[in-house]
Every structure is written in C-alpha cells, then in structure tokens.
C-alpha cells in the first residue's frame, strides 16, 4: 500500500511539472529602428532611408531601409559613401509607354527624396516599451529581451495558448496584431527565453528572403 501511495504522489509530481511548463513567445522586430520610423512617418515607406551614428571613423550608417538596400547601402558603411549611392534615388519605377512586360522603368535621379537623420535609439526603447505594453493583450507578463540593440519582446504565455484556440492559433492571430500595426515580425515559441529567441531569429520557417535584406 506504501509503495502504491508513493507511485501515485509521484505520478502527481509528474503531471504538475508536465502541466507547468513554461512557454515563451519572442516577438523580434527586424530592423526595428527604420520599421519604428517609417511607423511615425509612414511617408516615409517607399524612400530610401539612411540612420547614422557616431563611429571611431567619422559618420557611419546604423540602419537603413529596404530601398536604401537595393540601392547598395549597407550597415557600417561611411555616411559620405551612402549618401552617394541613396541621392541616386528619385521614388519608385514608374509607368512606361514602351511595351515592357513589366510596365516599368528605372527610377529617375535626384538628390531630394532620400531621408537621412541621426539614429535615436532612445525613441527606438522608448517605442518598443510601448508595444509591449500593447502586447498585454496577449499575455499580463511581457518585457524586453537583454540585447543590444534591443529588437525583441518575450512574452510568457504558459496556459494561455488555449485562450486563443491553441499555439498556432495563438501564433497566428500575434502575426495578425502586428500586420495590422504595421509592422513585420519573427515569431519564436518555445520553453526557454534562449530557445524561443533563437527560433524567432534563425527560422528559415516562413522566409523567402535573405536575412540580410532589412524588413522594411
């Protein structure tokens, strides 16, 4: 009978520890200085956008956003050389009258639509601790992720998946959130803070892109 109760105790610890099983939810928001930019001055969107800091060497770009990219602008890169390569940039491709199967051509030159200003990143913190109170609908425990720059928000959602119709369900209606909110995100869940990091980073579940393109 002994042994019987302390197979049953024993049983009992098992299926707490089964059922408490911490899940986090990390939420990375790629690029996030230029996505928080363009989302306080969504005219921005479509410009070629360059943020630069400080570096041993003079003026150095931080961040910059997709059309800056594809203009061969790149984090690191001295601000004079950026600037040279974005003041190529007129706007998008427009409309042509020559018959192209894509009905574009290449953009026009001039020095007036590129965007370049100093990176803040106390506005990116302060922007990023506002969406994670935002984030409350989705779990009451909700903070920022120890990196730098910070990119991330965790969101401990033990027990909670089952709110939202299940983990995928859940998953899918956060991407939903943000859609809505403008923004991109990279979604990660797992059982430990490191893991479910990793996996919104490093998941190649969901990507048609190279990494290295900015998200915005």
Request: charged share 20%; hydrophobic share 40%; with cysteine.
């Amino acid at each position: 009978a002994d042994c019987l109760e302390q197979s049953r105790l024993k049983l009992k610890s098992i299926i707490r520890q089964v059922n408490s099983v911490t899940r986090i939810l990390a939420l990375w928001l790629p690029n996030w200085p230029v996505q928080r930019l363009i989302r306080a001055k969504p005219e921005l969107k479509q410009q070629p956008i360059i943020l630069h800091h400080s570096a041993r060497r003079g003026q150095s770009v931080v961040a910059c956003s997709r059309a800056a990219w594809q203009l061969g602008v790149r984090v690191g890169m001295p601000l004079s050389e950026a600037t040279a390569l974005g003041n190529q940039y007129d706007g998008p491709p427009r409309p042509s009258n020559r018959g192209n199967n894509d009905g574009l051509e290449g953009p026009s030159y001039n020095t007036s639509r590129l965007h370049i200003e100093p990176h803040d990143p106390f506005e990116d913190h302060k922007a990023l601790e506002e969406l994670a109170a935002s984030c409350h609908c989705f779990s009451p425990l909700v903070g920022l992720a120890e990196e730098d720059p910070v990119e991330a928000l965790l969101l401990d959602v033990t027990g909670i998946a089952t709110l939202f119709g299940g983990e995928q369900a859940m998953n899918q209606q956060v991407e939903n959130t943000f859609r809505q909110w403008h923004l991109t995100v990279r979604i990660g869940l797992e059982n430990t803070v490191g893991a479910a990091w990793a996996l919104a980073h490093y998941s190649p579940v969901g990507r048609t892109e190279r990494s290295e393109v900015p998200a915005s």
